[in-house]
């Protein structure tokens, strides 16, 4: 996987499957401790312990037309190879959390890439999911709030393709201002 994007989209896409309708996904870019982490937390269906203790196994998967499941080992992959690391913990609404760290200035970080694309997909793929993003870069921070933004359009719908086009570009612009650019 070539960005970290991907990786929130499969994030995101686990989480659908499971029932949620809120992601929250909080995006931190920080210069102390030179690390990004990436917290999403979702209120779906969860996972038992048994399965928290299996996700990471590329081996793994509940879905029933397939025997392997790469979505969580390729996340752990890359944060280890950047030197980070993966949390699976029970979110308090009983949903899933994952928490994914990467080094910052790693030279194999891989870059957070076209998160606006994937926020506007994910939002396509299901009418009843709303995501809040907080983005912390290094040069300023913003948020994107899909709930907030469906009361603004009044009448049109969030799935309209220019609402969805709308969404995109806006999170690529604040990604533009906010994040350090080193890959
Ligand atoms: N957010 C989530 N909520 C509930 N279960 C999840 C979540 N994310 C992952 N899982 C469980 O962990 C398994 C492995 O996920 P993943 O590594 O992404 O592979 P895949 O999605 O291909 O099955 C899934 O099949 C599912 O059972
Ligand atoms: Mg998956």
Redesign the pocket.
């Known amino acids: 996987m070539l960005e970290l994007a991907l990786h929130v989209l499969?994030i995101g896409e686990?989480?659908i499957r499971?029932g949620a309708t809120h992601l929250d996904i909080d995006i931190r870019e920080d210069m102390a401790s030179d690390m990004v982490s990436i917290d999403i937390v979702?209120n779906?269906?969860?996972?038992d312990p048994v399965?928290r203790s299996r996700?990471l196994d590329p081996f793994?998967?509940?879905?029933p037309d397939?025997r392997i499941?790469?979505?969580?080992?390729l996340l752990a992959q890359s944060a280890e190879a950047a030197g980070g690391t993966v949390h699976i913990t029970e979110a308090a609404s009983g949903g899933?959390r994952v928490t994914a760290t990467f080094r910052l200035h790693h030279p194999d970080r891989q870059p957070i890439g076209d998160l606006g694309g994937v926020i506007a997909m994910l939002l396509s793929r299901s009418s009843m999911l709303d995501i809040r993003l907080s983005y912390t870069g290094i040069n300023s921070s913003f948020v994107f709030d899909s709930a907030k933004l469906r009361t603004e359009l009044g009448g049109l719908w969030i799935e309209h393709p220019a609402v969805l086009t709308y969404i995109r570009d806006s999170i690529r612009a604040g990604i533009d201002r906010a994040s350090v650019h080193t890959t």
């Open positions: 499969d686990n989480a499971a979702d779906g269906s969860g996972m399965l996700a793994f998967t509940t879905k397939r499941g790469l979505g969580l080992s899933t």
